[in-house]
């Protein structure tokens, strides 16, 4: 129900935008996210967004530079990634899930397979 794409090897300070095709999903959930997975690491949060795009949440880590977007008639929701670094890379998740939005992996409902991005310096 949750298809990543748009991963990729990149230089510093490069930019790369992710995209999560949706279907399927029930009308109970809330919200989209993604999350990251370094080698070694638990997932992290990078950013959330509300179905109805009223609300973007973000990691401090990303913060000014990726920005979460949806658009709700291709059933897409976007990673844009710009001044990309090293310590960016690993495999990026996108994730559906109920109200309350939460930054925590366990709480969505569904996941994507991943899309990998490598940062290299």
């Known amino acids: 129900q949750l298809r990543e794409s748009g991963g990729g090897l990149v230089q510093t300070g490069g930019s790369l935008k992710l995209a999560c095709a949706h279907s399927g999903l029930p009308s109970t959930m809330h919200a989209m996210a993604w999350f990251r997975q370094s080698p070694g690491k638990d997932h992290e949060f990078i950013a959330a967004?509300?179905?109805?795009?009223?609300?973007?949440y973000y990691a401090d880590s990303v913060k000014g530079r990726f920005t979460i977007s949806g658009d709700n008639a291709n059933n897409t929701v976007y990673l844009q990634m710009n001044s990309l670094k090293p310590e960016d890379t690993g495999g990026y998740y996108c994730a559906a899930g109920r109200y309350p939005v939460t930054r925590t992996w366990e709480n969505y409902t569904f996941w994507g397979p991943g899309t990998q991005v490598t940062v290299d310096t």
């Open positions: 967004i509300t179905f109805n795009s009223a609300t973007a």
